[in-house]
């Protein structure tokens, strides 16, 4: 309980504006690393995503690559990566990006054609027998219609990063990972779990954000079905599966 | 009028689907597919926009191949009603109704009013135009469904089970609405069924077809009631059995129809009950 308790005062004390390792400037570079590493990593898992869910080509790739992308090692990756790259700052910030956006591609991929997927077929179908082209039914059907997995995706790419971040430290890139790092050698268990709490708090908040979007993203039909005024019970299936993306992969 | 020219379908893993096919759709009436599953109905149905191409053969609407046709664009052409409606979910009903319209570019405020007037024409009140599908019966999800397939007003209209997930009491009303519309509206209908009731009921043309596409049949409800062209046609519209084989029996209280079981199925109206 102490321990808890010293950490706290590390965390609230007014030294932690001050100094050559400000709180602020320490999550700034954090955040900065964790969502310019999901945006990249959504550039190209997104389209990938889209692709495989609408032609349903390449799926078996998918699935595998998500599969085998979790047993990555974060801290190796890293690791590999400097060795692979080099270290001057520059190549260092870049190894370190390319471990997170590495990092963050599956749960993104897999969001993206989960959601596409998970579209009732017959749904596409209508909209193709009407005649609508392969980029309408894309654009305007199964992307507004998969959204809420999509996001969902975004949500455990973020989460993962967030807390994977915190290694940037350990090559000299910064970050809230910086306070842990320094706190192992000297033994200074207030500032190490301090920080890690800290770390832990920005994931929790992050992830309710993005819970919020992901509430917000469910088309108003589709979300239209669960009020009270529905006369009879639809038969079809939601284009919201229940489980979030995360959770549908093996 | 649309025309099947032997048409073949072998689907990839080697199913035929649909094996020399001929016939000659009439315009203004309504045809009907009627079969058992893996009869290959639906198949033909989905020939006619392109939503499946055939393997071999041809299919002629007014004298043009459709094949020297963009799928996207005919399909724009021709109004497709499926089980199920096929709304968009996400779509209000009236978006769901200006679809089509929309993508040809019509402009929204024409395309919205036009959309308010087959609400009208499908019998749906006006004020549901802001609903989402879900919030609909699925009697209401598919008028709206009628509504977007005419929206474009095209000239043929494709309907492929479009009844089968509704009630019976719903189908019948939905039924009788598809006949008013016809009338109305003057549109060449191709209707997919596997019931022969509905199939009777709606058809001025109906094919029977038997595995593989096979036509079994086709002729006016009447013709293929008198004369059956074979026990498979006999057998799947009843004569043989059932309500449809009716005998008159005389009662103390006059004569009735009875099935072969003698029970009473109907009576014989008009100057023929002393036969």
Same mark, same amino acid.
């Given at each position: 309980m102490n321990f808890l308790i010293e950490a706290v005062q590390w965390l609230f004390s007014?030294?932690?504006?001050?100094?050559?390792?400000p709180i602020p400037l320490r999550l700034e570079e954090h955040l900065f690393y964790t969502f310019f590493s999901v945006i990249v990593a959504a550039l190209i898992a997104i389209p990938l995503g889209f692709y495989i869910g609408h032609t349903g080509k390449g799926r078996d790739f998918a699935v595998g690559l998500s599969g085998a992308a979790r047993a990555l090692p974060s801290f190796g990756l890293i690791l590999l990566l400097v060795l692979l790259i080099g270290v001057t700052q520059v190549q260092l910030q870049l190894a370190a990006i390319t471990a997170f956006v590495l990092l963050a591609i599956p749960s993104i991929l897999a969001g993206a054609y989960a959601g596409i997927e998970a579209v009732d077929r017959r749904v596409i179908d209508a909209a193709r027998a009407v005649g609508m082209t392969e980029w309408q039914i894309l654009w305007k059907v199964e992307v507004p219609l998969g959204l809420p997995l999509l996001i969902g995706g975004l949500r455990a790419a973020t989460l993962q990063v967030v807390a994977t971040a915190t290694l940037a430290a350990y090559v000299g890139?910064? #970050?809230?990972g910086i306070y842990i790092f320094r706190g192992l050698p000297l033994q200074r268990y207030d500032e190490m779990l301090g920080s890690a709490l800290l770390i832990a708090a920005l994931a929790l908040v992050l992830d309710g954000i993005f819970a919020l979007i992901q509430q917000f993203a469910v088309p108003r039909g589709v979300s239209a079905g669960?009020?009270?005024?529905?006369r009879t019970s639809s038969t079809r299936r939601r284009?919201?599966?229940?489980?979030p993306a995360q959770e549908r992969r093996g | 009028m649309i025309e099947f020219r032997a048409v073949t379908k072998r689907f990839p893993? #080697?199913?035929?689907?649909?094996?020399?096919f001929n016939l000659v759709i009439p315009s203004r009436k309504i045809t009907v597919f009627v079969g058992?599953?893996?009869?290959?109905k639906t198949t033909l149905l989905r020939m006619i926009n392109r939503m499946v191409d055939p393997t071999d053969g041809d299919i002629e609407i007014d004298g043009d191949s459709?094949?020297?046709?963009e799928p996207v664009a005919l399909r724009r052409s021709i109004g497709y009603v499926m089980q199920n409606s096929g709304?968009?979910?996400?779509?209000?009903v009236i978006d769901n109704v200006t679809t089509v319209p929309m993508l040809n570019g019509v402009p929204k405020k024409q395309a919205r009013e036009q959309a308010l007037e087959l609400l009208d024409t499908v019998g749906l009140?006006?004020?549901?135009?802001?609903?989402?599908?879900?919030?609909?019966s699925g009697g209401q999800q598919q008028r709206v469904g009628v509504a977007r397939g005419l929206a474009a007003n095209p000239n043929i209209l494709l309907m492929d089970?479009?009844?089968?997930?509704?009630d019976p009491i719903v189908r019948a009303e939905l039924q009788q609405e598809t006949i008013r519309l016809q009338h109305e509206l003057d549109k060449t209908i191709v209707f997919v069924t596997h019931d022969i009731d509905e199939a009777f009921l709606l058809g001025d043309q109906v094919v029977i077809l038997e595995?593989?596409?096979?036509?079994a049949q086709v002729g006016s409800p009447n013709e293929i009631m008198a004369a059956p062209a074979s026990d498979f046609v006999a057998n799947f519209i009843g004569t043989d059995r059932g309500k449809r084989a009716l005998t008159l029996k005389k009662t103390e209280a006059g004569t009735i129809l009875v099935d072969s079981e003698g029970r009473g199925a109907g009576v014989l109206v008009g100057g023929s009950e002393s036969a």
């Open positions: 007014p030294e932690r504006l001050e100094g050559s390792n890139l910064g #970050g809230l669960r009020a009270k005024d529905v284009a919201v599966a229940a489980k | 893993d #080697g199913t035929v689907a649909v094996e020399d058992s599953s893996g009869s290959g459709i094949m020297s046709k709304l968009l979910p996400h779509f209000k009140s006006r004020s549901i135009a802001d609903r989402y599908p879900s919030q609909l089970e479009p009844f089968g997930a509704v595995k593989g596409a096979k036509i």
